[in-house]
């Protein structure tokens, strides 16, 4: 079966179509796509992973046509966002 597993960089956007079998997990589809040799600095027990922007377990099964999407760490907490635009917005 054909699944997709997703990794974005603020520069840059990687989506892999691989082809898993039956009864595949997460962690499985992750490390059979190869994505963790292009990014080494992926560590599966710190960042989160999902399917279509649900957080999900490694040990998930994967089903037909799913993306797994590996999520990175904020860089900037939406909190401090905020208060940062809304300071400039006052001057």
């Known amino acids: 079966m054909r ?3 997703a990794y974005a960089l603020p520069e840059q956007q990687t989506l892999l179509t691989i082809s898993v079998l039956s009864g595949c997990t997460v962690e499985q589809a992750i490390q059979q796509s ?3 040799v292009q990014y080494p600095e992926i560590d599966l ?3 989160k992973v999902g399917i279509f922007s649900e957080i999900a377990a490694l040990s998930r099964i994967v089903q ?3 993306r797994i999407e590996i999520y990175r760490n904020l860089c900037l907490d ?3 966002a905020r208060r940062q635009r809304a300071i ?3 001057q």
Do not use: R, S, T
Request: glycine share 6%; proline share 6%.
């Open 64 to 66: 037909e046509n799913e």
């Open 88 to 90: 400039k917005q006052q």
């Open 45 to 47: 027990a710190a960042n």
């Open 78 to 80: 939406p909190m401090e």
């Open 34 to 36: 190869g994505i963790l």
């Open 3 to 5: 699944i997709e597993v």
